[in-house]
């Protein structure tokens, strides 16, 4: 659910009522440092470092970010170094020690089970983030967007106190690209740590079964996710013509055989369009464990969404006047992604065609070679005389937008540039449609800025489950 939506408070709510609670690790070390340049508001923060174990390491960040009374009016954030190969000890200290900030606070006082999900795109803070999650007693790792065939191997080796590796993707590279984490980076060489189980996010059995059958360690199970999910989906298979609306057009064979799936003898969660209790029973009877449920949640007073943005993008989906896109071109990975429709976001395009195109946050960008045999980092949505001076397509650049910063923007944490705020851009599934349905639905008609979402996490739970 983008950045922070489903931060600690939400997984924690929904872990304490019985269900796997799952935080987002995407951007976390910008979200830290970003709370900490805020005043760390109810001092969480500080109290989930001071269990970190490396204290130095935590007297180091409190000193360079940490803003006792918050940022003056108008100040900008603070930035983390941009990310590189290899990974400054910045870069890493900081995305270990925010992946378990993140985890240790949906896990703090009750015995429920706790889940991070990362994405395999954002690569080069995969092997830290990770580590910083099982380090915190994460409890199920679930990983999307790409083919993470190394992590089991990953968390059998982080589990174990090993130094871990991972081959980077890098376009036109003529020998592979290792990064690599070692736990003794922090003193914690040969510290034993329990093992996660390991839930990779797939869109077809072909997938499922190379992952089951040939990856690097042991998978669990899996998240079977449909291309009605929020946030980044598998383009379709075969023809990538887009229909009427100019979104992609799936089909048949975009379809996965649960059969086939059920054969390897592995559980699995319903992804997309699963947020009712018709869904949940659906997707029993096809076989599966249960499901994944992200809009639902992502709308109720736990969730990180900006309490103004939560309550506009509830009004409009009450009243039939909002709608979710299927953006080909919005991502910079390449990967379709649902976008809100909603007015003054990003997806407006006057909005879009304001902003001054950058990329000064860096966790989309792609990895190629340069002429000089080192590792170049480019990405679509930066300006356009950047990224084709890179090597790149200018007819890449089409339509893309800034994911980094417009939704650090949805969490409250948007940075403030030389020509102002970041504006937002909401992502959602398709079942914000049915957004009349959900607990205490009927939005009332309230101003900007007022929380008027009406249901907590434990409401969308009975609604799912009674």
């Known amino acids: 659910m983008g950045v922070g939506v489903s931060g600690w408070p939400l997984a ?6 019985g269900q796997l609670g799952v935080v987002s690790a995407t951007c976390l070390d910008t979200v830290m440092v970003r709370r900490l340049q805020d005043g760390d508001p109810g001092g969480h923060t500080r109290r989930a470092l001071a269990h970190f ?22 100040q900008p954030y603070r930035r983390v170094p941009l990310p590189g190969v290899p990974l400054q000890p910045e870069n890493e200290r900081l ?7 993140e985890v240790w606070l949906a896990r703090e006082g009750h015995g429920g089970t706790v889940g991070v999900n990362l994405l395999t795109k954002v690569q080069l803070q995969t092997l830290p983030g990770l580590y910083g999650a099982v380090l915190a007693g994460v409890h199920v790792v679930l990983m999307g967007a790409g083919i993470p065939r190394d992590v089991p191997q990953v968390l059998d080796r982080f589990a174990a106190g090993q130094a871990a590796t991972l081959r980077l993707d890098v376009t036109g590279a003529a020998a592979p690209t290792v990064l690599t984490f070692d736990p003794a980076s922090l003193g914690l060489e040969g510290v034993p740590l329990a093992r996660p189980a390991f839930l990779p996010v797939v869109s077809s059995n072909v997938l499922a079964a190379m992952l089951a059958r040939r990856g690097e360690g042991a998978v669990q199970g899996f998240v079977v996710e449909g291309p009605t999910a929020g946030g980044h989906s598998a383009p379709p298979r075969g023809d990538r013509a887009l229909d009427e609306r100019g979104e992609p057009r799936y ?3 975009d379809e996965v055989d649960l059969q086939a799936l059920a054969a390897l003898g592995l559980p699995f969660w319903l992804a997309g369009g699963t947020g009712s ?10 076989g599966a464990a249960g499901v994944q449920v992200g809009t639902l949640f992502a709308y109720c007073e736990e969730s990180g969404l900006r309490a103004d943005l939560r309550d506009r993008a509830l009004r409009g989906a009450r009243r039939g006047e909002l709608r979710v896109r299927t953006d080909p071109h919005a991502s910079p990975t390449g990967f379709p992604f649902k976008v809100v429709m909603l007015p003054g976001t990003l997806a407006d395009p006057d909005v879009y065609a304001a902003r001054t195109r950058r990329c000064d946050l860096g966790y989309l960008r792609e990895s190629y070679a340069r002429p000089d045999g080192l590792v170049g ?8 005389g950047e990224y084709t001076r890179k090597g790149g397509r200018a007819e890449d650049t089409r339509g893309r937008m800034c994911l980094c910063n417009a939704l650090l923007a949805d969490v409250g944490l948007g940075q403030t540039q030389p020509q102002g705020p970041e504006p937002a851009l909401l992502t959602s599934g398709d079942d914000l449609r049915s957004a009349g349905r959900w607990p205490h639905g009927q939005v009332p008609d ?21």
Do not use: H, I
């Open 277 to 286: 209790p018709e869904a949940l029973r659906d997707a029993w009877a096809r």
């Open 95 to 101: 995305t270990v020690m925010a992946n378990f900030v």
């Open 251 to 253: 089909g048949p064979k």
């Open 377 to 384: 980092f480019r990405c679509p949505a930066e300006p356009v």
């Open 12 to 17: 924690r709510a929904v872990s304490r009522a």
């Open 53 to 74: 174990p490396s204290q130095d390491a935590v007297r180091e960040v409190l000193d360079r970010y940490f803003l006792p009374g918050g940022r003056a009016a108008g």
């Open 446 to 466: 309230s101003g900007p800025g007022q929380d008027t979402s009406g249901y907590a996490a434990l409401d969308a739970l009975r609604y799912l489950l009674d």
